[in-house]
């Protein structure tokens, strides 16, 4: 299985998904996008001009996609921690995901409170995460959602949890992934 929490930049949803792993009852990997994005070499990324960098940081969001994926493929549980920011993200994860257990989790939090986190961590625009909302938010369907401005990130780990525990029959990647096939024209 994979809980897959998207949202802003600073809404909380390592946090979560590090109580996620305090609270579940079995063994589960958390994959970060941050993380992954870390393991390249940041020097020769910050040299690089506009559509080289564009370029390496598709890749290595397309790569993050994948190593998800194989890690479920492989019988792991994993927790997700993503930004969603543009549609390709998306589309790329429902097919590189199709075929697995996945509970998409909207992380949700309120943009004066985005912005002093960002403030408080030091290491982002203040700004940049409420910027966001809109566009990491756009596909409107979610399994489960939380609040990180109103609920504490162990609140929302219980709160997943319980969810997680219910199981329900359709999930938010299958009625997406329906969506996207609809308005193929290559599928039709």
């Not at 019988?75 to 997700?80: A, L, P, S, W």
């Not at 993503?82 to 790329?92: A, F, G």
Request: net charge negative; proline share 5%; glycine share 8%.
């Amino acid at each position: 299985m994979i809980i897959f929490l998207n949202g802003t930049s600073s809404s909380g949803k390592s946090s979560i998904a590090a109580e996620l792993l305090k609270v579940l009852d079995t063994p589960w990997f958390h994959l970060g996008v941050d993380a992954f994005g870390a393991m390249r070499a940041v020097e020769r990324t910050l040299e690089l001009d506009g559509p080289e960098l564009a370029a390496v940081l598709r890749r290595t969001r397309a790569g993050f996609h994948r190593a998800v994926a194989g890690m479920a493929r492989a019988g792991n549980d994993v927790v997700v921690d993503h930004v969603l920011s543009e549609p390709w993200r998306l589309q790329d994860c429902l097919e590189v995901m199709d075929g697995l257990d996945v509970v998409f989790v909207g992380v949700h939090c309120p943009p004066e409170e985005l912005e002093r986190r960002e403030r408080a961590r030091g290491d982002r625009t203040p700004g940049a995460a409420a910027k966001q909302l809109q566009s990491v938010h756009q596909h409107g369907v979610y399994d489960f959602e939380v609040d990180t401005g109103t609920s504490s990130p162990h609140e929302c780990a219980q709160a997943i949890k319980q969810f997680v525990n219910r199981a329900p029959a359709t999930r938010a990647f299958d009625e997406l992934r329906g969506r996207a096939r609809r308005h193929d024209p290559s599928t039709t």
